[in-house]
């Protein structure tokens, strides 16, 4: 991966990071503070505790990806330390799928009328678990490269024995 790739996907990563912070401040303060504008219509609380926590979800990928591609550039990806972060990752999405599941049921009451839209946001959360599923066949697939990395060197050593 070159230098360019790495700065760049680290500069995104980074804005995308800090403002997911600033974002989680801002409506921690609204609801510390109690000037939250709630006028009991829509749940704003739930929805605002909802969202803090779904962001932590993003942040904590976002965490995961920085060390991956920092093992990326240094060329030890192919190791039994990547296995954390990608299972952070894994991690993150499946809380992120559960965040979006409790979006649905907290938005569920207002959409009596028309239960369409809460099928096709369950549906979304389904989509977002099939994403963890996604990740973790490549998690699979980095297992296999590992393992085959350790028995490329373990024979490697043998022939240098033999040499």
């Known amino acids: 991966m070159g230098r360019l790739a790495v700065g760049a996907l680290r500069t995104v990563l980074a ?70 972060y990608v299972d952070g990752v894994i991690g993150s999405i499946v809380a992120a799928a559960l965040v979006w599941f409790a979006v649905t049921a907290v938005n569920a009451p207002g959409q009596r009328e028309d239960p369409g839209v809460t099928v096709i946001m369950a549906g979304i959360g389904v989509a977002i678990l099939g994403v963890a599923l996604i990740v973790l066949v490549l998690r699979m697939l980095l297992a296999q490269a590992v393992a085959r990395d350790v028995e490329a060197t373990r024979m490697q050593a043998e022939l240098d024995e033999v040499i």
């Open 15 to 84: 804005v995308v990071f800090t403002g997911t912070v600033l974002v989680q401040v801002l409506m921690a303060w609204v609801l510390i503070s109690g000037s939250d504008p709630e006028d009991g219509s829509i749940p704003l609380t739930a929805f605002r505790v909802i969202t803090i926590v779904g962001l932590l979800t993003a942040e904590v990928a976002l965490v995961c990806v920085w060390q991956l591609v920092g093992m990326v550039r240094r060329g030890t990806v192919f190791s039994h330390a990547a296995f954390r």
